[in-house]
């Protein structure tokens, strides 16, 4: 299981991660496309990234905006696993 990150690490990992807050203690962004078809083009590249990690975010998609938040149920928490993929998913969006 992943441990839970520290307050410090937290707020010392999301100075590295551009576009990304702290709501409710899961990490958030919200991205705003031309249309919906780019969106839903972003959610399938950002599945497969999110497969290959085997980390899955929560996220809703109304017509071209996209909500994403991430945290790691199963540790109660925001852990490495959810800065990897929002890096992730920071660099496919070309943050």
């Known amino acids: 299981m992943s441990t839970v990150l520290s307050k410090e690490e937290l707020a010392k990992q999301l100075t590295t991660i ?4 702290l ?5 958030h962004t919200q991205i705003e496309f031309e249309n ?4 839903f083009s972003m959610m399938t590249r ?7 990690l085997n980390h899955h ?4 998609n ?3 905006q996209l909500d994403i938040s991430l945290s ?10 959810d800065i990897d993929l ?3 998913i920071s660099t496919l969006i070309g943050w």
Request: glycine share 10%.
């Open 23 to 27: 709501v409710e203690g899961k990490l």
């Open 36 to 39: 919906f078809k780019e969106a």
């Open 57 to 60: 975010p929560e996220w809703t």
């Open 72 to 81: 790691t149920h199963d540790a109660g928490g925001i852990t490495q696993k």
């Open 46 to 52: 950002i599945a497969f990234e999110a497969e290959a």
């Open 86 to 88: 929002a890096k992730q």
């Open 18 to 21: 551009e576009g990304w807050e």
């Open 62 to 64: 109304v017509y071209n």
